[in-house]
Every structure is written in C-alpha cells, then in structure tokens.
C-alpha cells in the first residue's frame, strides 16, 4: 500500500526522536485515557464536548502511525467497505445542493470514522486494555441506572410529547425515564443502555448478573419500543451462544430456564398496566400518534430517495432537515428519517448504503469466527442491538452511541487475523 510506504519513510525521520521522546512512548496511555473520558463525559456533555474527546484521541493516533516504526494499514474486507462508504460520502458532499450544510455533517462523518481508526490502531497493541474500556461502561451504566430509578419512582414529567396519551387512561400513562444523557430523550437514553448494557457480559458474573438485571429494568423504564425489540433480539443472542457453549446434558436445564423466565417477563407485562399499554401500542399501526409520524416521515424520505437515489443529498442533520422541507407531509416536520438505514441511503446514495451494510456484514462475520472471546461476543451484541434499534430511530447518530459503536466494531476488528479471509 502506498500510504505505509510514505508512513515507513515517515517513521524512519522521527526514529530518533521517537526513540528520546516520553511522550511519544507514553502515547497509547494518552489515548486510553482520552477513550475512557469520552466514554464518562458522554452520561453528562453537550455533543460538541464529547466530540473534542473524539478529535483529540484521532490527533494522537495521527502523530502515532507517522512517528512509531511498524505502524501501517491492513484492511481486511470489513475495512475495505467502510473505505468505500467513506468515498461515495465524499462524492455525495461534493454533489450537494447545499455544500456548506453537507460539509458541516461530512466533518462530523470524518471524526466518527477517524476515532474508527484509531481504536483499530489502539486495540492492535492494546488488547489487554479493552477490559478497562468495558470497566469504564459499566461504571456509566450503574450511575445512569441509578438515575433511572430516581426519575422513575419520582415521576418525573415530560419535557416534549414523548407518548401518546389521547386513548390512555391516567393508569396506562408511563413515567418515561430519560437519564443524564443530553439532549433528554427516552429513546436516545434507551438507545444507549442497549449499546452498554452488553458490556457487562464481560464483568465477573457476581458483579455482571445483578447490574445487569437492575439495568435491564431501567431501559424498560425508557418506554422506547424500539429498545423493547432490540434487546430481546440481544437476549435471544445470547441465549443461542450460551446453549451452543453448555454440555449436552446441561442444554435441557437451560431450555425450561429461559422458558420460565420468558413466562415470567410475560407476566410481568400483562400485570403491569402502563408497560402493557405501552408494548402494545407497537401493534396499533396508525392508531398510534407516534407510529402514525414515522409512517409519514418513511413515505416523505422513500420520495426523497428516489428523486436522490444515486449520490442522496449530503450528509449532515441539517442538511437533511432543509430538503426534507420539500417533501413532508404537512404538520410532519422532522430532524431525521427514523431509520438508519434509508437515512444513509437518503443522504449519501444506494452505493453508500451498499457499502455500509458491507462493513456491518463482514464485522459480524469476523465477530462469530471470534464469538470464543467474551469481549467480542460482547461487542457483537451491542452492535445487534443498535442495529435493530435503527430501524425505527435514528439516535445512532447522537454521539453516545456513534462512539459507542465504533469502539465496540474496533474491539471486533481487533480480533481480525488474516487467515479469516
């Protein structure tokens, strides 16, 4: 590859200097330390703040891979589709009817793409540290689990129409829980308890299991039906992988466990009126005010796409919010397509969309081949749950839990080994 052979010339400059610098030879630790304040400040910061977290852990990698001998490129075929994506985001940005707006959401696709790269870098020599990443998440999950209960038990009101209460009665209405994350929104906070909560598969059972449980109850204190579906597909998951992992003589107990529990959650929503309310209105269609907007918003991007289907309009929320204008349906304003799938196709094109769903593919490829180690296995999970969770919500692109995905992809692709292709 070229680009190494300018890095190897460029390595061979700074050798000296690199061999007498304590500040280069410490830079992994900067890095680390830089990843694990991202990962805290992400329960409490403004979007910007979190983002100079991001820049600042890319700058490092940058001075890493031009001053450290051996540093260089490998893709293997995930990479090579995310590499693609990355190119036809460009074409897309180049081609925009509104460039400047195209440009401000271009920067931050470069920043969560470059913070990619460089937890790849930092996990190929550093795999030893990623069990302090998971530690960081759960300390994130116990605070915001805690927080949880406070507002849920207090019954903290809504700061914008979060459900539908015009066919409830005052009993079905649930108090939704939204955390510390900013901006406050259920969904965004349940979102990000389906990316972390899997982290604590990698903690010792003893601390694990009871988190674990705790946590789970705070997500279904979100109300977000979107994380409902999503983490039972997390569940159903792990559930395949932990059978596949018992002796034979064991997988029986474990089939009549996972069958008790499953009688026992669904117990738990009949008997408990405002979550039962709340499942199932996924099934009232339009009857549903919140199901009723996506609809409308899905029909108004498919216009958009297929008018955009080549190159899309560009990338960036605002960008999207400004052609979206020429198409929704009156009193159907909205910020994002609520799919993250036909929002990457609305914005960028079919090839884009192509080549991203590449990536995703060839990742949880590399993750089952890998499925032995707890920490991919992990990641795998959370990577599932976000996924499935994009279908019907677009807070995938709130920081929180974009960070949260590229760190857990990297910990996947740090397992990679070239004989896997």
């Known amino acids: 590859m070229f680009l190494n052979t300018i890095l190897s010339y460029s390595q061979k400059i700074f050798e000296p200097f690199y061999n007498k610098s304590f500040f280069l030879q410490k830079i992994d630790l900067l890095i680390g330390a830089d990843v694990l304040l991202l990962i805290l400040s992400a329960t409490f910061a403004q979007s910007d703040f979190i983002g100079y977290f991001g820049l600042f852990a890319i700058l490092l990698t940058i001075v890493k891979i031009f001053t450290k001998k051996g540093e260089g490129f490998e893709l293997n075929a995930a990479d090579k589709f995310l590499l693609a ?63 949880a209960f406070m507002q849920n038990f207090l019954s903290v009101g809504e700061i914008s129409g979060w459900q539908d209460t015009s066919r409830l009665n005052p009993e079905e209405v649930m108090t939704r829980v939204y955390g510390t994350l900013k901006p ?111 609809f409308n918003v899905y029909q108004s991007c498919i216009h958009m796409f297929k008018d955009n289907w080549l190159l899309g309009i560009g990338v960036g929320n605002q960008n999207f919010r400004e ?36 990536f995703i593919i060839f990742t949880i490829k590399t993750a089952l081949k890998k499925s032995g180690s707890i920490y991919v296995l992990a990641a795998l999970i959370s990577i599932i749950g976000i996924l499935i969770h994009g279908f019907v919500d677009t807070v995938f692109f709130r920081p929180q839990i974009q960070f949260t995905f590229w760190i857990m992809a990297a910990v996947i692709r740090s397992s990679y080994v070239r004989e896997q292709d």
């Open 85 to 147: 994506y990355f190119m036809f985001v460009i074409i897309s940005v180049a081609g925009s009817s509104l460039f400047c707006l195209s440009l401000k959401g271009f920067f931050k696709t470069l920043t969560y793409l470059g913070f990619y790269v460089a937890m790849v870098h930092y996990f190929k020599d550093n795999k030893d540290k990623i069990k302090y990443i998971f530690f960081a998440y759960a300390i994130c999950i116990a605070i915001e689990t805690a927080a």
């Open 184 to 294: 406050y929104n259920p969904n965004l906070f349940g979102g990000y308890l389906l990316a972390c909560i899997p982290a604590l598969i990698a903690l010792p059972k003893r601390f694990g299991i009871p988190l674990g449980v705790v946590s789970a109850s705070a997500l279904i204190f979100t109300g977000c039906r979107g994380a409902y579906i999503a983490f039972f597909a997390q569940l159903a998951v792990l559930s395949v992988f932990i059978y596949k992992a018992l002796e034979p003589k064991l997988k029986r107990f474990f089939v009549i466990l996972a069958s008790c529990l499953v009688l026992v959650l669904s117990f738990v929503i009949v008997s408990i009126t405002s979550l039962r309310a709340r499942i199932f209105s996924i099934f009232a269609m339009r009857s549903d005010s919140s199901n009723s907007f996506r």
């Open 323 to 358: 052609i979206y204008g020429l198409y929704m349906k009156t009193g159907f304003d909205a910020l994002s397509a609520y799919n993250i799938y036909l929002e990457t196709a609305v914005e960028s094109g079919i090839f884009a969309l192509l080549a991203f769903l590449g």
